[in-house]
């Protein structure tokens, strides 16, 4: 679904959860992702692998993230907020 390696330092490896389940909702895929922090990044080349035109809605439930989407796009997400994107913006 969101076609990404995630980066961990070795060290924080042992202490790192995650958890991820999806369900098809119409012709729609709702997924939830709960995890420790960890930093992803996307390139072009992991974006053609997936299938496009998809809209991307999400819920910072805890915590902040922060989104450097290149091209000087960078986005604070604090946590109770949503975010909205595109999968085929690299």
């Known amino acids: 679904m969101f076609g990404v390696p995630i980066d961990l330092e070795p060290d924080r490896l042992k202490d790192f959860h995650g958890e991820f389940s999806a369900v098809s909702v119409g012709g729609a895929t709702l997924g939830e992702l709960k995890a420790s922090s960890y930093v992803v990044s996307r390139t072009a080349r992991d974006i053609g692998r997936r299938a496009g035109n998809t809209i991307w809605i999400a819920q910072q439930v805890r915590g902040s ?9 960078v986005h ?3 946590e109770n907020s ?3 994107s595109h ?3 690299a």
């Open 82 to 84: 949503y975010g909205i």
């Open 65 to 73: 993230a922060w989104i450097d989407a290149g091209k000087e796009r």
């Open 87 to 89: 999968s085929d913006i």
């Open 76 to 78: 604070a997400v604090p």
